[in-house]
């Protein structure tokens, strides 16, 4: 069965460029999205379509899927950003979500 | 504001049903696919099942299939999941999620608007 592989943790120092990957078989052919999920709180969309911003999804969020990795990029992480991110994708008709990367911003 | 409230959570025993409930408003219901999501405690997000905008194609997880089932009630812009045969491992966070509009409602997409969940707990 079709698995997205994603890192536990990462860790990042406020003002730096935080990066978040997502890795399965030929990910590119399929569209990914994003998910923030902070402690206790309902999961929010950040991306879509690869590279999408919802609406009122902040300008330092950017994403890209080349290959087998998607990424997700935060420019100028603040403390706000810490939390959980989780990619997602679709493959034999069914929803799939990675496993989670916890990111915190110290 | 679109808005989508779960209920129906509570703690219930090994092998028994529960069926939790989604009421939404602030959009066309008919016209989006609305799937159900899980949290484990502690644990990350697992798809559970998803429900096309005319209700005509569902899709269930691996984990969950002949044991649930996904259903929707335009006239309540209501989404349910009715789940038998609980079982431990069922123990999570229910999360109702607004996918996409349109054909590919079922099988394509993203879920721009969760509810804030209902826990389910399932005793022995």
């Known amino acids: 069965s079709y698995e997205l592989a994603q890192s536990p943790s990462v860790s990042v120092s406020p003002g730096q460029t935080a990066s978040i990957t997502c890795s399965g078989d030929?990910?590119?052919?399929?569209?990914v999205s994003w998910y923030q999920q902070q402690s206790g709180q309902s999961p929010v969309l950040v991306i879509y379509?690869?590279?999408k911003r919802p609406p009122g999804i902040s300008e330092r969020f950017s994403a890209s899927n080349f290959g087998n990795t998607a990424t997700l990029t935060i420019s100028g992480t603040q403390e706000m950003d810490e939390a959980e991110y989780y990619c997602q994708a679709w493959d034999s008709g069914t929803m799939l979500f990675g496993g989670g990367t916890k990111m915190t911003v110290l | 504001q679109i808005q989508l409230v779960e209920s129906g959570g509570g703690v219930v025993q090994s092998g028994r049903s529960l069926r939790l409930s989604c009421l939404t408003s602030g959009f066309t219901f008919s016209n989006f696919g609305m799937h159900w999501v899980r949290q484990a405690p502690g644990k990350g997000l697992e798809w559970v099942a998803v429900?096309?905008?005319?209700?005509?194609?569902?899709k269930y997880a691996d984990s969950v299939k002949g044991r649930t089932t996904i259903s929707r009630d335009t006239s309540r812009n209501t989404l349910y999941l009715q789940m038998n045969s609980l079982r431990r491992e069922d123990t999570a966070v229910y999360y109702c999620a607004r996918g996409d509009p349109g054909q590919y409602s079922s099988s394509s997409g993203s879920l721009e608007y969760w509810g804030q969940g209902t826990l389910v707990t399932v005793s022995s």
């Open positions: 379509q690869d590279t």
């Open positions: 030929k990910l590119s052919d399929k569209y």
């Open positions: 429900m096309s905008n005319d209700g005509y194609d569902v």
